[in-house]
């Protein structure tokens, strides 16, 4: 074995472990196991090692282990996935190498060819305080949200979902009472007063839109989701129905280039907004995909002024939402939210005005 491959061997190692650690813990016990057992087996390293590039290696592996197992192959492993309790780490191991020397075929096809599309619906309950906050902040214009690495859309319908914070439960105008999201609510009060008639003409963008009508294509993005999570699974069905009644606008293409045909299409009497949800890494690269958006936007906003609400990691162990305003080639921007990877908590900071000078 060369140094070189002892040396990806062991960077790849380190990424499943800092799943298991950032993202697993606490959330999902069979995966934090799971991920463990690949980052201590060379074989399954190198399994992992053919993902597509740019996508995350271990969200990859584990939904295709995931997808073969609730497509019905028997082995093993299969209980677990339906148990509470995860295996010990030598059957972990022992299971997993197992199952995949079965189904490396299929594995390498699904790693190689897929990509991690997961809609977290629920993270439009940390979404929808953002857009009060941006609405409110602005005049009575008509605003426009573009959501960036859209997935299926998924998102694009948050005006049609019902929320629950805390004990306060939220309806909109035609929100389906089926499809509930729940978020706990912790620091500052977020705001949740918005006029949802004033959004007009939502718009996703997509490299390979998820096909709403592709049984495949759904269930893998269900399969994306961990074992243990069967409300979110729950969730993510309920909202798969909805946009196949009502499907969302979802243009197919490079985000970068269709940012700058988005910018032209759109009327000076709509305010302008892109969001990304955790889709920037995979849109401008790691590390520094932040910075390199920024200089986009601003460049952008030479022809009209720009918002942007972003939330991910940046660097940080804990998420964060980030809002910012772009116009004449300038931006402020301002870190107004913490949050849960998933939207199943948010921290608002009392103190934080959107796109007041904070970060970049």
């Given at each position: 074995?060369?140094?070189?491959?002892?040396?990806?061997?062991?960077?790849?190692?380190?990424?499943?472990?800092?799943?298991?650690?950032?993202?697993?813990?606490?959330?999902?016990?069979?995966?934090?196991?799971?991920?463990?057992?690949?980052?201590?087996?060379?074989?399954?390293?190198?399994?992992?090692?053919?993902?597509?590039?740019?996508?995350?290696?271990?969200?990859?592996?584990?939904?295709?282990?995931?997808?073969?197992?609730?497509?019905?192959?028997?082995?093993?492993?299969?209980?677990?996935?339906?148990?509470?309790?995860?295996?010990?780490?030598?059957?972990?191991?022992?299971?997993?190498?197992?199952?995949?020397?079965?189904?490396?075929?299929?594995?390498?096809?699904?790693?190689?060819?897929?990509?991690?599309?997961?809609?977290?619906?629920?993270?439009?309950?940390?979404?929808?305080?953002?857009?009060?906050?941006?609405?409110?902040?602005?005049?009575?214009?008509?605003?426009?949200?573009?959501?960036?690495?859209?997935?299926?859309?998924?998102?694009?319908?948050?005006?049609?979902?019902?929320?629950?914070?805390?004990?306060?439960?939220?309806?909109?105008?035609?929100?389906?009472?089926?499809?509930?999201?729940?978020?706990?609510?912790?620091?500052?009060?977020?705001?949740?007063?918005?006029?949802?008639?004033?959004?007009?003409?939502?718009?996703?963008?997509?490299?390979?839109?998820?096909?709403?009508?592709?049984?495949?294509?759904?269930?893998?993005?269900?399969?994306?989701?961990?074992?243990?999570?069967?409300?979110?699974?729950?969730?993510?069905?309920?909202?798969?129905?909805?946009?196949?009644?009502?499907?969302?606008?979802?243009?197919?293409?490079?985000?970068?280039?269709?940012?700058?045909?988005?910018?032209?299409?759109?009327?000076?009497?709509?305010?302008?907004?892109?969001?990304?949800?955790?889709?920037?890494?995979?849109?401008?690269?790691?590390?520094?995909?932040?910075?390199?958006?920024?200089?986009?936007?601003?460049?952008?906003?030479?022809?009209?002024?720009?918002?942007?609400i972003s939330i991910g990691h940046f660097g940080h162990d804990v998420p964060r939402m980030i809002m910012a305003r772009y116009e004449n080639g300038e931006s402020r921007s301002a870190v107004v939210a913490h949050c849960d990877v998933y939207g199943f908590w948010i921290h608002w900071?009392?103190?934080?005005?959107?796109?007041?000078?904070?970060?970049?």
């Amino acid at each position: 074995m060369t140094e070189q491959t002892r040396a990806s061997r062991q960077e790849l190692a380190d990424v499943f472990r800092r799943f298991a650690h950032q993202q697993c813990a606490g959330r999902s016990p069979l995966y934090f196991t799971l991920s463990h057992a690949v980052a201590d087996s060379p074989e399954l390293l190198d399994l992992a090692a053919g993902t597509r590039p740019g996508q995350p290696a271990p969200n990859m592996l584990l939904g295709a282990v995931h997808h073969i197992l609730r497509r019905g192959a028997p082995h093993p492993l299969s209980p677990y996935f339906s148990r509470l309790e995860p295996p010990s780490q030598e059957q972990a191991a022992e299971l997993l190498v197992d199952f995949c020397r079965r189904h490396a075929g299929q594995i390498e096809q699904i790693i190689s060819t897929r990509s991690v599309q997961t809609n977290e619906v629920n993270r439009c309950a940390v979404l929808l305080p953002a857009f009060a906050a941006l609405q409110n902040s602005l005049d009575d214009r008509p605003m426009r949200i573009v959501d960036v690495g859209a997935s299926a859309g998924l998102n694009l319908l948050w005006n049609r979902y019902t929320y629950r914070y805390d004990d306060q439960v939220l309806r909109l105008p035609g929100s389906d009472p089926s499809t509930v999201l729940t978020c706990e609510v912790t620091g500052g009060v977020p705001p949740l007063a918005v006029d949802v008639s004033r959004f007009v003409r939502p718009v996703g963008i997509e490299v390979a839109p998820v096909d709403l009508t592709d049984r495949e294509a759904t269930e893998w993005l269900v399969s994306l989701t961990w074992p243990e999570q069967t409300e979110r699974q729950r969730t993510l069905r309920t909202a798969l129905a909805l946009a196949a009644q009502e499907p969302p606008t979802v243009v197919a293409g490079q985000a970068p280039e269709h940012l700058a045909q988005v910018v032209a299409e759109t009327p000076a009497d709509q305010h302008l907004c892109f969001v990304f949800s955790w889709s920037i890494y995979q849109i401008f690269g790691s590390p520094g995909g932040r910075e390199r958006l920024a200089i986009t936007l601003a460049e952008l906003s030479r022809r009209r002024p720009i918002h942007e609400i972003s939330i991910g990691h940046f660097g940080h162990d804990v998420p964060r939402m980030i809002m910012a305003r772009y116009e004449n080639g300038e931006s402020r921007s301002a870190v107004v939210a913490h949050c849960d990877v998933y939207g199943f908590w948010i921290h608002w900071l009392s103190d934080a005005r959107p796109e007041e000078d904070g970060t970049s």
